[in-house]
């Protein structure tokens, strides 16, 4: 694990040679990008196509971009992409079939080469990245070789969202492992520059072309410093203690109801959501009839045909549905892959058109249980 | 990838339903457990999870049994001999055929419920002697409804299988069983203490099946039940046939009832 | 038939099962052992209820008759189990037609005397009662689940 007392620093003015030199090693670099009124996830070369000087305001419901009145290149939080959409891709050709007579043959897409490096990744996204793996990596060749070949420089950061609680979610704000760097951003009047933690040999590697001076120990400690900052910012917070048994025994909620007489099954929150898995798949002739193919798409739960089974859908109603996404995300997902499937991002209570919190909901169910002075077993 | 097999034979069975067998153009014949289930791919239409309903002990021909309600399960049953179709398996956990070793086995099913059982029935009349009484109870909507009745006939002549058999709606001329499944229990002789019992069939009736079973005194522990949700990878990633925790494809499509009692109870779960 | 003989045959029977010795001879003075052939009616819908009966052996269909299709079985009922209610409750007629659809051994019961006796001791009457309602009640269960038609559509149906 990296600490702060091996940190270096490189200035701002040469962090350009850092994305250069991922550039030359063959890397597609991807981080944020200000477009269409959002901070998303695209290609990048230059520092100068960061979002310099720009930060996010959001709540629940709302997401607003504003001008700062600095120059930091990473002086917002999280926007509507997740780094998902890189490694699970929206889109993604399964097989092709080519039917002859009454014969068909199968072929299947080769594992592209495409070796990605993350620009940006903040510690919420790096459990969202640890919680796909275990998802993924047993059962997606594709994804595993994206993973394997994917490297991080991951950001921490120095202030908080209004719909951030990763804090409570003991995921973040610092990052603490499963990147190659970690980059905390410090910036006042008189000085600019970034304390590098290394986190692996590769990126030890990677850095040895990239101008850097070891740090000293004030400046190390502007890392804990910013940290704290983030803390203290923190919009929302989640009561994740026993989150699991809570839900399991509270299916029957009438806060369900509550909060389906709002829901508008849009799927935003899935569409956003870094850890959100579910796919289905298309299988797709040309006009001939005799080439097919097979893709595996992004899909919702919040779908009605989601659950379609002869004869209707399992979850007819969005109470089901809205149920069975919050009950997926915080409770079913221990069972399945022995963690939570939120990492306290915010992003669904910013971009849900009603401003759902899923922070709220959790308290309202657990509030219901105290108000009442007994467990609803 | 879908491997391709080769329809040898059909044989309609009821009037929307129709059994395959296939041969894989390439490679071995499939091995499956008794329980187990196969996604089978139309070129160009789609793709859809079958129970194998064949013999485990004798893998080849592979057999599927299946009923047409949507598009590609219809085009499925319109297959004709020579054609081919896409078969990815097989998955899942099947019937527990060892658990069961040297109790007595109850084996409850409804309509279509027969395909995934067929191959458990098979199993255990293959070594009945592992076995201590063995009753199969199966529920069809009507005489014209009862799935594989020629063989069902076949395994009643035996003397150490006990066949009942009962429609929901009767016809004329038959005078068998009226009424549902879950009636027959009174009927089967049985000890609940020594009893597995297997059921599949529409999730109604595996429910108030399983309630007469425990008022008879079977453990839910010792029932199994067959689930179905809708699937797309069969593998456990796409998310689509959980049910509560579980996911129908790879913690299923059997299922021991006390592990999944909590979310039979949950309306829309 | 020997009043003993029908006592046994009582105390056997499901239905009976936890009745005092007592209320079982009271009962049993009521009782007679009867046999059907296959095709006889034990019953016609319409006619006085004056008795029902407790079935040792075979399988009776509880039929109703429709215009242009016959008679309908709409359930059957076999040993252990019990044919008619109606005799506990006024205009006391049978709503159903039951006929043996093989050779059936039943033990049938007097209606106006098994009443008489119940209301001479509420006891054994309340005893009967709770059994007959539970009867009713596994009946009504098992008809509506019939009623919900799980299977869906049917070959039979064009």
Known sequence: MASSQDATIVNAEHLQELLDVLGAEGFRLVGPRVRDGAIVYDDIRFVTELPVGWTDEQEAGRYQLKKRNDAAFFGYVVGPHSWKKYLFPPQTLLWKAQREGNAVRFVETPTDDAKFAFLGVRSCELHALAVQDKVFMDVDGAYRARRERLFIVAVNCGMAGRTCFCASMKTGPRATSGFDLALTEVLDDSRHYFVVEIGTPRGAEIMKNVPHAKAEASQSAEVERASQRAVSQMGRSMDAGDLKELLYRNYEHPRWDDVASRCLTCANCTLVCPTCFCSTVEDVTDLTGDHAERWRKWDSCFTMDFSHLHGGSIRGSTKARYRQWMTHKLATWWDQFGTSGCVGCGRCITWCPVGIDITAEVAAIRGSEKKDGKRND | MPRVFKVRKTRRELRDTVTLELDPTEGLPLTFQAGQFNMLYVFGVGEVPISISGNPMEPAPLTHTVRAVGAVSAAISGLKRQEVVGIRGPFGLGWPLEEALGKDVMIIAGGIGMAPLRPAVCQIMAQRERYGRVTLLVGARTPDDLLYSAELQKWRARFDLEVLVTVDSASNGWRGHVGVVTTLIAHARFEPAETVAMVCGPEVMMRFSVAELRRRGVESENIYLSMERNMKCAVGFCGHCQFGPTFVCKDGPVFNHSRIEPFLKVREV | ?158
């Not at chain 3, 119940?118 to 008809?143: F, N, W």
């Open chain 3, 1 to 158: 038939m020997e009043k003993e003989t029908i006592d046994s045959l009582i105390a056997e029977h499901p239905f009976f099962k936890g009745l005092s010795d007592r209320y079982v001879k009271l009962i049993a003075g009521c009782g007679s052992n009867v046999r059907f052939n296959a095709g006889q009616y034990l019953c016609r819908e319409g006619e006085e209820a004056d008795r029902f009966y407790a079935i040792r052996h075979g399988k009776v269909g509880v039929e109703v008759f429709v215009p242009q299709r016959g008679p309908v079985t709409v359930q059957t009922v076999s040993e252990g189990e019990l044919v008619g209610w109606s005799w506990l409750f006024p205009p006391y007629r049978w709503q159903f037609d039951a006929r043996a659809l093989e050779i059936v051994r039943a033990t049938s019961f007097d209606g106006a005397c098994l009443r008489k006796k119940c209301d001479e001791d509420p006891a054994m009457g309340y005893e009967l009662m709770k059994r007959l309602a539970q009867v009713i009640s596994h009946r009504l269960e098992a008809t509506r689940l019939q009623l919900l038609d799980v299977y869906g559509p049917s070959s039979s149906r064009s």
